[in-house]
């Protein structure tokens, strides 16, 4: 089955400056990698996709990049603010199959 | 918010009891998966239900099952709990598509 592995486990950056976060992938069927959110006591929010069809996603200060020859793929945040602190997962599914695996989190914290 | 609600936010039960977690999913959505998420970990999935069908499972025992209903809500059942079934109990709604928004979750103690 599909194994994410996300690094790093525990990011602090100024707020103001970039956070990035990375993931890979085993399953070379896998086309879609979605990032989520997860803020204290409260479930996964939805904040970007990507699917194997694109290289580069942007949503204002979030980018996500997918490199499928590498299995991997990354959340980029510009500017970064307080509110950016929370804990993100990456995750992995293949068309056909909704089951999403994900990684194991960042814990991201940014320091004012 | 996603629309997706789930009740009860909290519960607490003993080992070997039975429990009954419940979702509402999101306005036009038909499929529902569950998801389990211990502590410091990401979700794990348990199974998920389109148009009232199991349709896909995890590596869960066959006391998780689940149920869904014709307006799309649904249930997860879990049997003789366990003290490694406490966690985050998650369900996520979609409409048969990739993206999948989360409730809030449910936090299952067992004792």
């Known amino acids: 089955g599909e194994n994410v592995e996300q690094h790093p486990s525990t990011l602090s950056v100024q707020e103001g400056d970039s956070a990035v976060i990375k993931c890979t992938y085993s399953?070379?069927?896998?086309?879609?990698f979605p990032w989520y959110k997860q803020e204290l006591g409260k479930g996964p929010q939805l904040i970007i996709d990507?699917?194997?069809?694109?290289g580069e996603k942007k949503d204002q200060r979030i980018a996500v990049t997918l490199n499928k020859t590498a299995k991997h793929f990354s959340l980029h945040i510009t500017e970064t603010q307080p509110e950016d602190s929370a804990v993100y997962f990456c995750?992995?599914?293949?068309?056909?199959?909704?089951?999403?695996?994900f990684g194991t989190g960042t814990r991201l914290t940014i320091i004012p | 918010e996603t629309g997706v609600t789930q009740s009860p936010t909290h519960l607490i039960k003993t080992r070997g009891q039975q429990v009954t977690l419940r979702c509402s999913s999101q306005?036009?959505?038909?499929?529902v998966s569950w998801y389990q998420q211990a502590l410091g970990q990401g979700p794990q999935f348990i199974f998920q239900?389109?148009?009232?069908?199991?349709?896909g499972r995890g590596n869960f025992p066959p006391r998780f099952s689940g149920l869904q209903f014709p307006n799309y809500s649904s249930e997860l059942n879990v049997n003789a709990l366990e003290l490694d079934d406490s966690a985050l109990y998650l369900c996520?709604?979609?409409?048969?598509?990739?993206?999948?928004?989360f409730g809030p979750g449910t936090r299952l103690t067992v004792l």
């Open positions: 996520a709604s979609s409409l048969a598509s990739y993206e999948q928004f």
């Open positions: 399953d070379s069927a896998s086309n879609y």
């Open positions: 990507i699917r194997s069809n694109v």
């Open positions: 995750a992995a599914s293949a068309f056909g199959n909704e089951k999403l695996t």
């Open positions: 306005s036009g959505h038909n499929t």
């Open positions: 239900y389109y148009r009232e069908e199991e349709n």
